[in-house]
């Protein structure tokens, strides 16, 4: 079959269902996603909330592992910008004695 011979189909529409709107606008949070988030809260004050946390912490030094590497990284902003929203500019300082350039 020569290449010139191959028709060029179209995929059909995606129908939406009768009624349906334009979804949910952006920025609103899945229900759900509200829902499980309130559900969860409840349980951690129910178990002690803030002062339990701690508790557990120290408890054994795998549960303080545990909070700083998975637990309290949560809170950090995903990204990190510098001022006025520019770059990050890192400085590095070297404490101590500095060796003399000749």
């Known amino acids: ?3 010139q011979d191959l ?3 179209e995929k059909p529409k995606k129908a939406f269902p009768v009624g349906a709107g334009p979804g949910r606008p952006k920025g609103l949070p899945n229900k759900m996603t509200t829902s499980a988030k309130e559900a969860i809260a409840a349980a951690a004050a129910a178990l002690g ?3 339990r946390l701690v508790e557990w912490a120290q408890e054994d030094p795998l549960n303080e592992r545990a909070f700083w590497t998975s637990i309290y990284p949560k809170l950090l902003p995903l990204q990190v910008v ?3 929203d520019g770059p990050l500019q ?9 060796k003399e350039t000749p």
């Open 1 to 3: 079959m020569a290449k």
């Open 7 to 9: 028709k060029t189909v």
């Open 49 to 51: 909330g803030s002062n």
């Open 82 to 84: 510098g001022e006025g």
């Open 90 to 98: 890192v400085h590095i300082v070297r404490y101590g004695q500095q």
